[in-house]
Structures are given as C-alpha cells and as structure tokens.
C-alpha cells in the first residue's frame, strides 16, 4: 500500500515536497511518480528504480527531482519553480517488474497511491 502526502497550495515560482510511503519494503521496487490535471490523461513525471537513477518527463527536467529513502520506505518528489501547469493530482506508483521501455506508461506500475492534491496559483 502507499500513501501520498504533502500535496497544497503554493504560488507560482514556489517549492513543495510531496511523499510517498510504501505500508511494506520498497526493495527491490521501481518507483513512479505521475500526475492527472482536471480533463487530462495522467502524464508520468518520473520514476527512480532500486539501482537506477532518476528519470523525468521533459517537462519537469531541471525543475523536480525524485530521491528515496530506503530505510524509511519512503520515495520523494521535489517540486522547484512551479507554474499553474503543474496543478494536478500526483499519484505514486510501483512495481517489482518495471519493463524500462515502458517506464512512462501507468499501466507499467502494480500497485498506486490514492493521490495528492498539488495546486499552483499565479
């Protein structure tokens, strides 16, 4: 099971933080962060594997970055320099059998969070 916390309201240029944490061990999982606007698809942010770096959709590369505490069970996604295009719902992801071709689909990942709430103002 995963909870995503975190989420808020922030004005544009602003920082959030928001988190993932698995109920059991994130060992051995790759991690997955999307993110659904109202009326959109869910889009893919990034995802960190085990052993594997981050990787992030373009539009969010130099902006978010993605980290892990294994100890905790914990992945994290860290927001810089948002705009009102980054309003939406981010949903964490995971599974134990990531195919890396395809990383960026949801339907890659196993298991999901309920979401959390991120809204930028202008």
């Known amino acids: 099971q995963l909870q995503a916390s975190g989420g808020g309201l922030v004005q544009a240029v602003g920082s959030l933080r928001v988190s993932c944490q698995a109920s059991g061990t994130t060992f051995g999982y790759d991690m997955g962060w999307f993110r659904q606007a109202p009326g959109k698809e869910r889009e893919f942010v990034g995802s960190?594997?085990?052993?594997?770096?981050?990787d992030l959709a373009g539009s969010v590369k130099g902006r978010f970055t993605i980290s892990r505490d294994n100890a905790k069970n914990t992945v994290y996604l860290q927001m810089n320099s948002l705009t009102p295009e980054d309003t939406a719902v981010y949903y964490c992801?995971?599974?134990?059998?990531?195919?890396?071709?395809?990383?960026?689909?949801?339907?890659?990942?196993?298991?999901w969070g309920q979401g959390t709430q991120v809204t930028v103002s202008s």
């Open positions: 992801a995971a599974t134990r059998r990531l195919i890396l071709s395809r990383m960026r689909e949801a339907a890659a990942y196993d298991y």
């Open positions: 960190m594997g085990w052993r594997r770096s981050a």
